[in-house]
């Protein structure tokens, strides 16, 4: 079953209702709703909130302001990773960004509390904030780390000294804006006191985060809080950890004894759920006249709120994408008073890789070479900074196979060179590559009587399929037909595990799985063949076979009994094993190798010669993933990528007021994302693959690489359209428009 496009387990529940969401729950009783009021300037601080007129309020039970909420755990910088951290609210009276909750109003219905909140006064004095980004900034400071750890600046031989000397070089900046997550479920919230303890029903990646860090904002046992997340829609990192809505939600239940639900509104989510960085990138290349790269530097600046650091990972990538002797990374930070930058879809790779391969793509033409020989003239064969192979690189491959199915051959190779009727036509590409990470996670595997298989651990399925392939696994690893295998998900008191996230779940998971298997068939076999009643009795167990819900033995004649036979006479109650995979950090494997995933991007594009109107024609990605573990559900999480990097190319863009800090375009009318009018066709293609040093199954992650470098190909294909190079991305009609080229001339 493993690698076969299996449709998703979940998906009739989907399609038909009866996949419940966190704010959706009833069970619980009639619930209290509550009601973000957030900050209407951007630094400052509150001098005094009038909550008499919202408290009078009809259905009004609680104004909860910094003034009467209950004590919170502070952040605790020592815990490693932030979403296990307390995330306080209300903390005080000061403001650190445009938004921010100054208040939670709780009343008996949604509209109760949505008026109340339009009631509650409350006096400022603004401060002066700084909310405008410059590359340039005096302030820029130098992170200790970056996201996931990863050192803030390399340097390897002599930059500057090989730069110089080379025949050919790009010095060029790009900027790349603010960008959010938008899941299609909102960031929900449903908390239920019950007892003691705390059901908390919440849109959530990581649920053993989730349960850390409600239970260290208040103050509270873990045990006590009880996350409940089987089905999230979307999260893209925004879910990783917990916010606002959360932690409101679980005060205001705990006040009142009540069941309380906070959903943040899609303009809320511009405000508080953080965004990727806004960036400046320098970007120097140095090449011989053969294409052969000798220097390679990437700087990156970025915005930082100034009390919760965010250094997104831009650089960290370029480190191990192309050989040279010459090199340097770097990352800074410039402190603003903006929400904190936080993981976006591909944190790092996604918009480092739309500077470094626009940059590669303006190399390329600088030599007159084509862009694809000039990546793979400077393909290394060890990772070319930590000096170690690489686990499975197939990046050349990925080249290849997309020129030939792409037609590269048909790409004019004179930019602006190519008309049809009122449009300039251009092809671009692109290089994607995205590290592989593991996390700790535990995975538990049961035969129960009746012959079927239980799956448990606390990983969520966050649209991206993990029901399905969990499902594939243990049917592989038990022989059981994938309708007698029922997989529990998104809920603490599973094995814990590192959830979704980082593309990473779907290789833990599946790896604990397999593992959990195997050590499940172990047990079934000793039972088995240790029983004197069996017809499996004194058979060796390394012939055994697991298949059709039964177990098998060849011998001199062929003997089998049913697995739920085995079970009902051994442990009536069911048969169970636990799989576990280690935190990266302890795997000599992530140490000894350089795990990544690779692909290559493919894009045609359309610039209206008179209105320089982009129309995107088609896209090809053809991916290098190790083992696929449904090609259906992979091609979906890298078909979305792609759109998106299209989007991040082309259109995403949230702007900043310099004067308030607030996000003007903070709805999805204005913040512009592809629809379908703007994705005509994409394709995406997997090679068959399997990386023995990431895991057992050879399965890498999938999730992030299909952004990765996506926008890039498409920047490089406005620029061969139009001969026009735009680094300020989005690439929109102003920025093309003055410099088009006067094709009828
Ligand atoms: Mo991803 S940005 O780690 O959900």
Same mark, same amino acid.
């Given at each position: ?541 390394? =012939? %055994? +076979? &697991?298949?059709?819900?039964? !177990?098998?033995? $060849?011998? #001199? /004649? ?40 690779? =692909? %290559? +991007? &493919?894009?045609?594009?359309? !610039?209206?010669? $008179?209105? #320089? /109107? ?132």
């Amino acid at each position: 079953m493993i690698g076969q496009p299996v449709n998703r387990v979940d998906g009739p529940l989907k399609v038909s209702g009866r996949a419940t969401y966190a704010y959706e729950y009833w069970d619980a009783g009639q619930p209290l709703y509550g009601c973000i009021v957030g900050a209407t300037i951007g630094k400052g601080r509150i001098t005094r909130i009038h909550t008499e007129n919202a408290e009078r309020a009809q259905g009004v039970r609680m104004v909860m302001t910094h003034q009467n909420v209950p004590v919170q755990g502070v952040r605790d910088e020592s815990v490693q990773f932030e979403y296990w951290r307390a995330q306080p609210v209300l903390t005080g009276p000061d403001i650190h960004y445009h938004g921010e909750p100054v208040a939670l109003v709780v009343a008996a219905t949604f509209e109760q509390a949505r008026a109340a909140a339009d009631l509650l006064d409350v006096e400022y004095t603004v401060g002066r904030g700084r909310f405008a980004f410059a590359a340039d900034d005096d302030e820029a400071y130098i992170p200790k780390v970056v996201n996931a750890g990863l050192p803030t600046d390399t340097a390897v031989g002599d930059f500057e000294a090989g730069f110089r000397a080379a025949a050919v070089r790009v010095d060029q900046r790009y900027t790349t804006p603010y960008e959010f997550s938008m899941p299609m479920e909102p960031h929900a919230c449903l908390v239920e006191p019950r007892g003691e303890d705390l059901v908390v029903h919440v849109s959530s990646q990581i649920v053993d985060a989730a349960q850390t860090s409600v239970a260290a904002t208040l103050r509270m046992a873990p045990e006590r809080i009880h996350i409940v997340t089987p089905f999230v829609g979307g999260g893209f990192g925004s879910k990783l950890g917990v916010h606002a809505e959360t932690i409101l939600a679980a005060l205001a239940a705990r006040v009142l004894g009540q069941p309380v639900k906070v959903a943040l509104t899609r303009q809320q989510i511009f405000q508080l759920v953080g965004m990727r960085p806004t960036s400046s990138q320098r970007v120097r290349l140095a090449a011989g006249r053969d294409g052969k790269l000798t220097a390679i530097a990437h700087d990156v600046t970025m915005h930082t709120n100034p009390d919760l650091e965010f250094a997104e990972q831009t650089a960290a990538t370029t480190r191990s994408l192309y050989a040279a002797p010459h090199r340097l990374t770097s990352h800074r930070l410039t402190p603003l008073d903006l929400p904190r930058g936080a993981d976006v879809r591909a944190p790092g790779e996604a918009p480092g890789l739309l500077a470094v391969e626009s940059a590669v793509d303006e190399l390329a033409h600088a030599l007159g070479m084509d862009p694809i020989e000039v990546r793979i003239r400077n393909e290394p064969t060890v990772d070319p900074e930590r000096d170690v192979p690489y686990s499975d690189r197939h990046l050349v491959d990925c080249l290849r196979d997309g020129a030939r199915r792409f037609g590269w051959e048909h790409r004019p190779a004179t930019p602006a060179s190519l008309r049809e009727g009122r449009w300039l036509v251009g092809y671009g590409m692109s290089a994607a590559i995205r590290g592989h990470f593991q996390g700790p996670t535990a995975v538990q595997v049961r035969l129960e009587a009746d012959g079927t298989g239980v799956v448990r651990t606390d990983m969520t399925d966050i649209g991206t399929g993990t029901y399905t392939i969990l499902t594939q696994v243990v049917a592989d690893g038990l022989g059981l037909p994938a309708d007698r295998v029922r997989v529990e998900l998104g809920r603490s008191g599973l094995p814990t595990s590192w959830g979704s996230g980082g593309s990473w779940g779907a290789a833990n998971s599946c790896a604990a799985a397999a593992r959990a298997c195997a050590a499940l068939r172990e047990k079934v076999l000793v039972a088995a063949c240790g029983d004197a009643d069996s017809p499996l009795h004194g058979r060796d167990p390394a =012939g %055994a +076979h &697991f298949g059709d819900g039964s !177990v098998r033995i $060849d011998g #001199a /004649e062929g003997a089998s009994q049913a697995l739920g036979e085995i079970v009902a006479r051994h442990h009536p109650e069911g048969m169970e094993a636990q799989g576990e995979i280690r935190f990266m950090g302890d795997d000599p494997n992530y140490s000894d190798y350089s795990i990544h995933t690779y =692909g %290559a +991007h &493919f894009a045609e594009v359309g !610039v209206d010669a $008179d209105t #320089a /109107e982009i129309r995107l024609r088609r896209m090809l990605g053809v991916f290098s993933v190790g083992r696929v573990l449904n090609p259906k559900t992979a091609r979906s999480q890298l078909i979305g990528g792609m759109i998106w990097g299209a989007g991040a190319a082309l259109e995403e863009e949230a702007v900043v007021d310099s004067r308030s800090g607030a996000f003007v375009n903070r709805d999805l009318a204005q913040y512009l994302v592809p629809v379908h009018a703007d994705v005509p066709d994409v394709e995406a293609v997997i090679l068959d693959g399997y990386d023995d040093k990431a895991n057992l199954l050879g399965a890498k992650g999938v999730g992030e690489l299909g952004i990765c470098g996506a926008g890039a190909a498409v920047a490089n294909a406005v620029f061969n359209a139009t001969g026009l190079r735009v680094r300020d991305f989005p690439i929109t009609i102003e920025k093309l428009l003055p410099g088009l080229p006067d094709v009828d001339a």
